[in-house]
């Protein structure tokens, strides 16, 4: 079983940058679907972009769409994602998943992953 852990958030301006580290622990060599959620105060936890780690095939939402990057490492050990021309809504609780074994399916349903990090916070500063 792999397990995730989050690291990377804190406050930053509206138009800055911010890159979120999603690091497993367990056998990363297996292909498995990485994904990135956040969750505004109040709000549902939606789905930002996704990877997999054999094809390295992307998957982003139409609101992150040009500005985020998600990219993992030659080790498959760690999801990044660069988060560009950050936006008040881009703020809130993210966290990253894994689906493995990958189910397919829907790459933003919550449902779709198996394990979950307790989340890194993204804040908007003044």
Not at 67 to 90: C, Y
Not at 115 to 126: F, H, K
Request: proline share 2%; charged share 20%; aromatic share 8%.
């Amino acid at each position: 079983q792999v397990q995730v852990m989050e690291s990377g958030g804190g406050s930053v301006q509206t138009g800055g940058s911010l890159t979120l580290s999603c690091t497993a622990s367990g056998d990363t060599r297996t292909a498995r679907r990485v994904g990135w959620f956040r969750q505004a105060s109040g709000k549902e936890r939606e789905g930002v972009a996704a990877i997999w780690t054999g094809s390295f095939g992307t998957h982003y939402a139409d609101s992150v769409q040009g500005r985020f990057t998600i990219s993992v490492n030659g080790s498959k050990s760690t999801v990044w994602l660069q988060m560009n021309s950050l936006k008040p809504e881009d703020t809130g609780l993210h966290y990253c998943a894994e689906d493995l074994p990958p189910d397919g399916g829907d790459w933003s349903r919550n449902e779709g992953y198996d394990d979950w990090g307790q989340g890194t916070q993204v804040t908007r500063s003044q």
